[in-house]
Structures are given as C-alpha cells and as structure tokens.
C-alpha cells in the first residue's frame, strides 16, 4: 500500500529551458502514479551551483538534453512512497515526512569503472544525474530541483540514492550538504595525495559559496589554521570569518603576491606590516587545531 501526506494536487509546476540563454518556461505536469520503488519528493530548497549558470551560458562542453529541468542542490520531504521505499542508501528507515537530500551524481555501481575503480565515480558508464542529464521529455519530467516536486525510482534508475536529513535540520541547510560533500572529497583528495595531514595549516582560494563550506569543511578534517583568500570584504569575508577562518586576505587591497600570506601563515620577505596590516584576523585566532573526527 503507498503511504501518503496530504492531498493530492492535479499539476505540478516545474521549470525548464530550451537552451543556453533561454528564458525559463514555467510547465504543468500531472501528479505522477508512485510504484513500489518509488518516491515523490516535495521540494524545500534547491540552490543555484556555479555549473548551472555556466550551462545556461553554453558554457558547457559536453551534449545535455534539452530541454530540461535544472537544480541538483536539493533538500525535500518525501510526500508519497511506494510499499518498497522503505530505506535510504545508508539503511536508515524512510517513511512520509522524513527530510532527504538527494546526490546529483549517482554511478550505477555495475559497469567496470564502478567495479574496478570505485573512487572515480566520475567515469561511470552510465550514471544517473539529476538537474543535468535527465530531459524534460523522460516520463514523469520530475528530474530536477527546480520545481515543486521531484521524482525518485529506484527500479526505473537504480544508481539513484536517497539520504535521510536530521528531523531538525531546515531544508536550506538540507541543500548545502552536496555542495559541501565537493569540499570534504576535495580535502580527501589531499589526504590521499600526501598534501594535508591532520594539523596543517590550509589556504581556501575564494571566499564563494564553495570557499566557505571549505573553510568549515577543512576544520572538521582537522586543519589547523584555515586562511581565506577572495573578495568582498562585505559579506563574503566576513562569511568566511564567521565560519572560522583564522584569517582572511582581501584580493581587492592586497594586490602584489609579496604581500599575501603563506600556507604557514608567515608573510612574503617583502611584506613587512602591510600584509599584517591588510589581512584580517578572525577573533578566535590562535586557537588549537580541531579535534580529529
């Protein structure tokens, strides 16, 4: 027996676009029928990647079927699921109502670069990518975060995965966590090349979005002193500090490599007070390392 919450409405708002440069076009689709593997999704917040923006500029370099529904920074609330949906990809019971947040790259775990080489996901013969890859046209158009509502079928696309989000964790934070697993797989990244190791110092290149979760994620891993480099100071910066940067060095004033920091946090020969001047010290500086989760 499905298990559902509430009314079920006729339409379902999703938006899409025919191409670079195209202007959103607003469609309705029907309530999708739900099957055993299946879930509906309602969505509670979907970010904006820098991928996105670079697709709706044509900036990207590899065929997409358009038109499509884009958003793959996703947290929702499962609203309808089949009798066989029961669990998330970590074997924690899913029911109606519970918080998920769905990866937007899911490699099938069957051809021979998912069994072979299980760390490179990104060679996958076929994965599933939701806000990406799966066209408008694909029954039942639910493929991505921009809309109200999307799809998940664990028969119809087995690579797909679902992870249940705390209870009282809100939705906008729900759809930070893709963003921040791309930090936490840059720093193992690291880890495994030999190029950080519990207690090092580590400079983030960029004060975004992506920049902040990495100045989170770096101190979660164990850094030691974690310095912020971008622009603006307002709020970016300020951001970065908050989220714990010991110190941050602002592109717009410190112009001249001599006058940037080092990993170390030590200054360029050159510097002198200038660059002590010009980097902004976070209040809590100086305070040990993380604890090694």
């Given amino acids: 027996m499905k ?3 509430g009314m079920r409405r006729n339409k379902i708002r999703v938006a899409t676009f025919a191409g670079p440069g195209a202007e959103p076009e607003i469609r309705s689709v029907p309530w999708p029928d ?8 309602q969505i509670g917040a979907c970010g904006v990647c820098g991928t996105d923006l670079h697709i709706l500029k044509g900036h990207w370099p590899k065929p997409l079927p358009w038109p499509f529904t884009l958003g793959h920074e996703l947290g929702g609330v499962i609203v309808e699921a089949g009798p066989e949906f029961t669990e998330d ?25 998912c069994l072979h080489y299980p760390e490179t996901a990104n060679k996958c013969l076929s994965p599933v990518y939701y806000g990406r890859y799966l066209g408008f046209d694909k029954a039942p158009h639910l493929w991505g975060g921009w809309a109200e509502y999307v799809y998940v079928d664990l028969d119809m696309l087995p690579g797909t995965k679902i992870y249940k989000l705390p209870d009282d964790m809100p939705l906008r934070l729900g759809a930070l966590s893709e963003p921040l697993t ?29 920049g902040i979760l990495a100045v989170a994620a770096a101190q979660e891993m ?35 490599p001599e006058a940037r920091p080092r990993p170390d946090g030590t200054r360029g020969p050159r510097a002198g007070e200038r660059a002590g001047e010009k980097a902004k010290r976070s209040p809590s500086a100086g305070r040990p390392p993380a604890a090694n989760p």
């Fill in 3 to 5: 298990r559902e919450r």
């Fill in 34 to 41: 739900i099957p055993k593997k299946a879930a509906l999704i």
């Fill in 89 to 113: 990809f970590m074997g924690r019971p899913l029911t109606v109502g519970a918080k998920v947040m769905i990866p937007p790259l899911m490699p099938c775990g069957r051809c021979y670069y």
């Fill in 222 to 256: 164990g850094a030691g002193r974690v310095i912020c480099v971008g622009a603006p100071e307002t709020p970016r910066l300020k951001l970065a500090r908050k989220f714990g940067a010991e110190a941050t060095v602002n592109i717009e004033e410190v112009t001249t």
């Fill in 182 to 210: 791309s930090c936490i797989r840059a720093l193992n990244r690291a880890v495994r090349a030999g190029g950080f190791k519990w207690g090092d110092s580590v400079v983030i290149q960029g004060s975004g979005p992506i």
